[in-house]
């Protein structure tokens, strides 16, 4: 159905697809006939086991997840899984981190409470503009972990491809924080120990948080880890150890349910997502370089397809900038405060047509302004 709201670029909470608003809408008061709402539900009621098992086994199918790997769905945000990965994983001994931006800042800070927490490489020379190239990447010999952060929501820096350390000579397992990509692309688990993510970016509402870990390291948990925490924990009880969040988990069971049923030409689901992110970041990255008027700083090889930093080269403007924006529709386009400038978060939900709407303004505005 044509959509009469405006185009939302925020970074997170972010748009949802308005098809899933609906039907959440739909079925508020009573969901299925069972003259509940979800979140009136017990989360060990029957309705509610239903709700949670299709979404555990959505995601997997979506994401291709291997059958050696457990789905948790937990409490905590991207934050508490800077400290829940180490207190899970680190047996309090090292940990290797990869320095991309100012997310994997926050995991490098956060673990050192926990466990001796190395920084292996950083970009923060060049301002997280370019990524460290993983041949350079002087791993411990003793880490428990190595890691990064897959897409770098505020400096606009992603990963394009998962490093291998087992190559490099590596053999711990990688971690990754993929909240801002999750779903955006696929993964290649051969290469991942453990992917965490908050929900609020690509998925769902904020507070369900989606760890996705090898079951080998389930079992590592520090004696202080708190047990509603403890991977082994959580997995041995369905995710049902302590109330996980319900309405997160359904939302977000809503939301897999439209990324299946989504296509570009054959492909479908996340295939078909990647395929339209690549061509919704290539119009705007395109438009911006093109440009003398607009400026993006990341490096060719690394920009984010979820997170499109940019600048007018006459900051004064920018006020104006985005209160004519607003007036056209086109919602949270500041920049972070660290970075500055403007931000276009362009996740699953905004459609090429949003991306169009943006670079529509953008040329409107550089032509009465340059
Ligand atoms: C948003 C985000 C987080 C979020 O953490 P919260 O605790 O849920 O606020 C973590 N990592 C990345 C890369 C993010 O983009």
């Given amino acids: 159905m044509a959509t009469t709201r405006p185009y939302n670029f925020s970074a997170g909470p972010a748009a949802m697809p308005e098809a899933v608003l609906q039907r959440a809408a739909e079925e508020m008061l009573d969901w299925h006939g069972s003259g509940m709402g979800v979140m009136e539900m017990s989360h060990r009621g029957k309705e509610f086991g239903v709700i949670a098992a299709q979404a555990e086994a959505d995601f997997r199918t979506l994401l291709a997840v291997p059958a050696n790997f457990h789905i948790l769905f937990i409490q905590g945000g991207g934050l508490g899984e800077n400290a829940i990965v180490p207190l899970n994983l680190s047996r309090g001994t090292t940990a290797d981190f990869v320095v991309t931006g100012s997310w994997s800042v926050k995991s490098h800070k956060e673990a050192q409470r926990y466990c001796t927490a190395n920084i292996v490489a950083s970009n923060t020379a060049n301002g997280h503009t370019r990524l460290p190239e993983p041949s350079t990447w002087r791993m411990s010999s003793d880490t428990s972990y190595v890691h990064l952060c897959t897409n770098e929501t505020i400096n606009g820096v ?47 509402p904020a507070g369900l948080t989606i760890v996705v870990v090898r079951d080998d390291l389930l079992d590592r948990a520090l004696k202080i880890c708190p047990s509603a925490f403890n991977y082994k924990t959580v997995a041995d009880n369905q995710s049902m150890y302590n109330t996980p969040p319900t309405w997160g988990i359904y939302v977000a069971g809503l939301t897999f349910q439209w990324l299946m049923h989504q296509t570009e030409g054959d492909l479908s689901g996340v295939a078909a997502m990647e395929q339209r992110n690549a061509a919704k970041a290539r119009l705007l990255y395109d438009f911006i370089d093109n440009s003398a008027f607009y400026d993006n700083k990341v490096d060719g090889s690394c920009r984010s397809r979820m997170n499109i930093p940019f600048f007018l080269r006459d900051e004064s403007r920018n006020e104006v900038f985005l209160t004519g924006a607003r007036e056209a529709g086109l919602l949270q386009l500041k920049g972070h405060k660290s970075v500055g400038g403007m931000r276009a978060s362009i996740y699953n939900a905004m459609p090429l047509a949003g991306v169009q709407a943006l670079v529509g303004y953008m040329r409107e505005f550089e032509r009465k302004h340059a």
């Fill in 158 to 204: 992603e990963f394009q491809e998962l490093p291998d350390l087992a190559a490099l000579g590596c053999e711990a397992p990688l971690v990754i924080d993929f909240s801002s990509h999750v779903a955006s692309r696929s993964v290649d688990w051969s290469r991942v120990g453990l992917a965490f993510g908050g929900a609020q970016k690509n998925l769902g």
